[in-house]
């Protein structure tokens, strides 16, 4: 049997400064499909079409958490703090594993059908000489080069975690909180993608689809400021789920998890709470451990988490890997570009 997908996709962004690091930013493009088209052949039965919408099944699973804890704060990692275990505690584990749960491309026990989420990271050093940048100040000039690594990014991305028989349409970016001095530009990342072609670089693949009315929208992501249930509270959740990945993303690589560490009782004191919370997504990056054999995992091509930088005039793209004792193979760590 060969199946086959079209997704139509909502990106969820978010940025972070690195911790322990004063010079590299980052960003997460969270890809959650709005509706998926699945087309399954069979040789004997034909081919069976059916179509799964995976944000309500999502948000039902965000509410469940929220209710079960009695927890309606805003997820936000680097804002977890304190030597106690506490409830809202539990809350974010289990928000962060929801996460690696949205995943999945095979069974799952959280939802009734996979989700096919998937997500991509990108670092990035702060830039020191932004002549070669547009605009008439320092200002529009730092926004520009973040522009251009985000759509380096998005084109990675899409070309790296989809294929010819997973296709995707991008509809829509949103963003985490209105910018210090403007939007982002949806001509530089979105539409400039598209004219790739044109000025000489490498166009989309045929797989990949920028909708026509592709938009980049920026909101809040507070959920408490908006009416329970409307787009813009499921979109503050959605956007707070992408942060948390991020921030285990960046505690995982970039300061090191103790996976010894036991939550008995509400209340036990401990050293490493961003740790413990973020400790689904240090196992999911450590599965790249498994080489050849990560291909037969549900999580195998469902995210990717790479470092920029300019070297000899050029950009180089290498991986980043979980912060730990032992060493990655980078020879079996799959490549974004």
Not at 111 to 125: D, G, Q, S, T, V
Not at 245 to 252: E, K
Request: proline letters at 3%; charged letters at 25%; hydrophobic letters at 35%.
């Amino acid at each position: 049997m060969s199946v086959k997908r079209k997704s139509e996709i909502i990106i969820y962004q978010d940025e972070t400064v690195v911790p322990n690091s004063k010079n590299l930013k980052g960003h997460i493009f969270y890809f959650i499909p709005e509706k998926i088209e699945i087309i399954e052949e069979t040789p004997l039965f034909g081919s069976n079409k059916f179509i799964i919408e995976p944000p309500q099944l999502l948000f039902q699973q965000i509410m469940k958490i929220r209710t079960k804890w009695n927890s309606n704060h805003k997820f936000h990692h680097s804002k977890i703090s304190g030597r106690k275990w506490q409830k809202k505690n539990f809350a974010e584990k289990e928000i962060v594993n929801l996460a690696v749960e949205s995943l999945r491309k095979f069974k799952t026990n959280q939802f009734k059908y996979p989700l096919f989420c998937k997500f991509a990271i990108i670092y990035y050093p702060k830039i020191k000489d932004i002549s070669n940048y547009g605009g008439n100040n320092k200002k529009e000039k730092l926004l520009r080069y973040d522009e251009t690594l985000l759509r380096f990014l998005l084109k990675g991305a899409v070309h790296f975690l989809y294929n010819e028989n997973d296709k995707v349409i991008i509809k829509k970016i949103i963003c985490d909180g209105e910018p210090s001095y403007r939007n982002l530009n949806e001509d530089r990342i979105l539409k400039r993608i598209i004219s790739d072609d044109i000025i000489g670089k490498s166009p989309l693949r045929e797989y990949v689809t920028i909708s026509e009315k592709a938009e980049i929208i920026h909101q809040n992501s507070d959920h408490n400021l908006f009416e329970y249930g409307n787009n813009g509270f499921i979109n503050a959740n959605f956007l707070q789920l992408a942060d948390m990945i991020l921030g285990s993303v960046n505690h995982s690589c970039f300061i090191g998890i103790n996976r010894n560490k036991i939550i008995l009782n509400t209340g036990e004191k401990i050293f490493d709470k961003k740790g413990i919370i973020s400790v689904p997504i240090y196992e999911l990056l450590n599965k790249r451990k498994r080489g050849r054999y990560f291909v037969y995992s549900s999580h195998y091509n469902t995210f990717t988490i790479s470092k920029a930088y300019i070297k000899d005039g050029k950009w180089q793209f290498e991986n980043i890997n979980t912060k730990e004792q032992t060493a990655f193979d980078n020879n079996k760590i799959l490549k974004l570009f």
